[in-house]
């Protein structure tokens, strides 16, 4: 079983910036993928950034080049650096993590992006 909180979410003119965090803890011998998935009210849960172990990325055209993801695998950590958000951005925002025993969400974190 593994454990992801996330951290980092708010309250966010269009135009700004956020930084999530996520955390990951339990049973993990290693980490394959980690990456943010999000949830806006109404529509159906969407990947918006994967990043392996060895760095290689990949993220929805909906984010074009607004979002970073990266990893710390010494702390098993995963960051999603997002910028110029738009209201469209507004989601509740999954941590996600892939390990031998499977897949795994956090809770999430809410971002919500005003005009």
């Known amino acids: 079983q593994v454990q992801l909180v996330e951290s980092g979410g708010g309250l966010v003119q269009a135009g700004g910036s956020l930084r999530l965090s996520c955390a990951a803890s339990?049973?993990?011998?290693?980490?394959?993928?980690m990456g943010w998935y999000r949830q806006a009210p109404g529509k159906e849960r969407e990947l918006v950034a994967l990043?392996?172990?060895?760095?290689?990325?990949n993220y929805a055209d909906s984010v074009g080049g607004r979002f970073t993801i990266s990893r710390d695998n010494a702390k098993n950590m995963v960051y999603l650096q997002m910028n110029s958000l738009k209201p469209e951005d507004t989601a509740v925002y999954h941590c996600?993590?892939?390990?031998?025993?499977?897949?795994?969400w956090g809770q999430g974190t809410q971002v919500t992006v005003s005009l």
């Open positions: 996600y993590t892939q390990v031998f025993s499977g897949n795994y």
């Open positions: 339990g049973t993990i011998f290693s980490i394959n993928r």
């Open positions: 990043i392996t172990r060895g760095g290689i990325t």
